[in-house]
């Protein structure tokens, strides 16, 4: 069907193939949830998630735990799996696990420019970095006044450089400024992505230009919605878009020009595979509109193992399991809050 993938994959690729659907196979399950939705405190979690592969990260931790300790050890696990299949990858694939990571570095970037911008302390915003996204000059960020110093100081070296070349200017870094700067970073980094799995053709190519379509649509949409009242103008938000998606082209022209909610699900309700998103909601309202994109990217992640010899089961396997990260703390702190009635307003299943 593809060529001769199937042939010369396993050369190279076959053991990490099978080390990411061993990892996929250890993804908590309905079952894990609903017992997790019934636990009293978050020793009751640790309790439960003990016997999952959490377990060893979970079992030196003293009481009383904190939802951060959850998270930041259920998140150490996923950067230890990624730091082996990357140890072990060869080219191409270990160009495309970098890729995968160039988001948390967007975001570690956003992160600390703006708590910066708000005199918050540097060691406290790097705590709260990714660390899939982290980078050896990252602490200096907090030097910067403008996206030129930016740049020509801390990010020239990093694998963000390229994507820069679009938002270097001489303007004061403000919040406005810097929620540009991150669409902009985003826009840059899912065009050079799909252009990179592009290349590598056969199953890769088409099932991570399906993802990655997905993503570039969602961020479209979130961009319009988050704009609207602002002073963003037509053509600024026009420019935020990715020059591909299923909304590409003609779907930006009329997404660029809505002016509120319902003019966007006008809009989403002339493509059929978002059209099912937005028939969650009722009109005028956005809050449920994140739960119903993770639930429909799940769905795409999981059909991404239905087909062997490729590498978007790598991109689909490291999402999954942070969205299995986003359950957690979600069912962490409504625990932690006593709020259990309002457990699955935003849990994800992921089987």
Not at 178 to 196: G, H, P, Q, S, V
Not at 269 to 280: D, G, H, L, V
Not at 335 to 344: D, E
Request: hydrophobic content about 40%; charged content about 25%.
């Amino acid at each position: 069907m593809y060529g001769f993938e199937a042939l010369t994959f396993n050369v190279d690729g076959g053991y990490l193939e099978a080390i990411v659907r061993g990892h996929r196979a250890g993804l908590l399950t309905a079952s894990d949830y609903n017992n997790l939705c019934q636990c009293e405190n978050l020793d009751d979690i640790k309790m439960h998630l003990s016997a999952t592969e959490y377990g060893p990260y979970l079992q030196n931790e003293p009481s009383p735990l904190h939802t951060t300790t959850v998270v930041e050890k259920c998140t150490l696990k996923l950067v230890d799996e990624y730091k082996h299949m990357l140890c072990q990858a060869t080219e191409p694939l270990s160009t495309f696990l970098e890729y995968i990571t160039y988001g948390h570095m967007i975001d570690n970037v956003v992160l600390i420019v703006t708590g910066t911008l708000h005199e918050r302390d540097v060691h406290e915003l790097l705590e709260k970095c990714h660390p899939l996204g982290m980078f050896d000059s990252i602490a200096t960020l907090a030097v910067a006044q403008n996206m030129r110093e930016l740049y020509r100081l801390v990010l020239v070296d990093t694998p963000l450089a390229p994507y820069f070349s679009e938002c270097i200017t001489s303007e004061d870094l403000d919040d406005m400024n810097i929620e540009i700067m991150r669409n902009t970073l985003y826009k840059a980094y899912l065009e050079d992505f799909y252009r990179f799995c592009q290349k590598l053709g056969g199953a890769t190519a088409e099932i991570m230009s399906d993802l990655l379509s997905f993503e570039a649509d969602r961020r479209a949409v979130n961009i319009t919605i988050n704009s609207i009242g602002t002073e963003l103008t037509r053509d600024d938000r026009r420019k935020l878009y990715s020059n591909f998606g299923l909304l590409y082209p003609y779907g930006h022209e009329e997404l660029a020009v809505c002016e509120d909610i319902d003019q966007v699900r006008g809009v989403m309700e002339k493509y059929p595979p978002y059209q099912s998103i937005f028939a969650k909601m009722s009109y005028g309202e956005s809050q449920m509109l994140d739960k119903a994109f993770y639930e429909e990217e799940v769905k795409r992640l999981c059909l991404a193992f239905e087909q062997q010899f490729h590498y978007a089961v790598f991109f689909a396997y490291m999402r999954l399991r942070e969205q299995e990260i986003r359950n957690l703390m979600w069912i962490s702190e409504c625990v932690a809050q006593n709020q259990k009635s309002r457990v699955h307003d935003s849990v994800v299943f992921i089987f």
